[in-house]
T-cell receptor
């Protein structure tokens, strides 16, 4: 099991540029989550998908952010145009239908985004 | 999102001591409470979890204590080791069902265990 795979690990871009973050969830997991982590706000849920369908995108900060999940093995988070305040670590996490008492998300290693 | 309030923000403990991190929640519909551990440069990883039908769950040196009436739960790390130095997050969820796999996280506690 390769875990949740995110790319790139680091991204430095100039303000106004488009940024695309990628995520490959664990095979067999049917829910996928995008989180943003900053010192000030901690872990914030941006959007999550269940069976490739967006369920809740209320955490997406504004229209500059968009996310897609075209199939069960791939998702993207796009920021266009990017701004310095978007600088953060973006995590993707996936999970399957929960059973038992010890279940939860598997997080990727994150993408550290810096917008200059 | 429903809030989960976590304290303290940071914690320094001597090696061999007990680390205690507390969380409080508001939503009485929450019925699943996991703790996550995050090392620098890594994503959070599930450490231990509890449901509100039990008051305590222990796995090795890690124990969750749960007080349903007070809507509080805590993580205790016994015999804390330098390798436990990490950021710990509590979380809560309303459990299975459409749209309810969503975890609400606390803001995190940075634990430093000094030799």
């Amino acid at each position: 099991d390769a875990g949740v795979i995110q790319s790139p690990r680091h991204e430095v871009t100039e303000m106004g540029q488009e940024v695309t973050l990628r995520c490959k969830p664990i095979s067999g997991h049917n829910s996928l989550f995008w989180y943003r982590q900053t010192m000030m706000r901690g872990l914030e849920l941006l959007i999550y998908f269940n069976n490739n369908v967006p369920i809740d995108d209320s955490g997406m900060p504004e229209d500059r952010f968009s996310a897609k999940m075209p199939n069960a093995s791939f998702s993207t988070l796009k920021i266009q145009p990017s701004e310095p305040r978007d600088s953060a670590v973006y995590f993707c996490a996936s999970t399957r239908t929960w059973v038992g008492d010890n279940y939860g998300y598997t997080f990727g290693s994150g993408t550290r985004l810096t917008v200059v | 999102q429903q809030q989960v309030k976590q304290s303290p923000q940071s914690l320094i403990v001597q090696k061999g001591g007990i680390s205690i991190i507390n969380c409080a929640y508001e939503n009485t519909a929450f019925d699943y409470f996991p703790w996550y551990q995050q090392f620098p440069g890594k994503g959070p990883a599930l450490l231990i979890a509890i449901r509100p039908d039990v008051s305590e769950k222990k796995e090795g040196r890690f124990t969750i204590s749960f007080n349903k009436s007070a809507k509080q739960f805590s993580l205790h790390i016994m015999d804390s080791q330098p390798g436990d130095s990490a950021t710990y997050f509590c979380a809560a969820s309303t459990g299975p069902g459409a749209g309810s796999y969503q975890l609400t996280f606390g803001k995190g506690t940075k634990l430093s265990v000094i030799p």
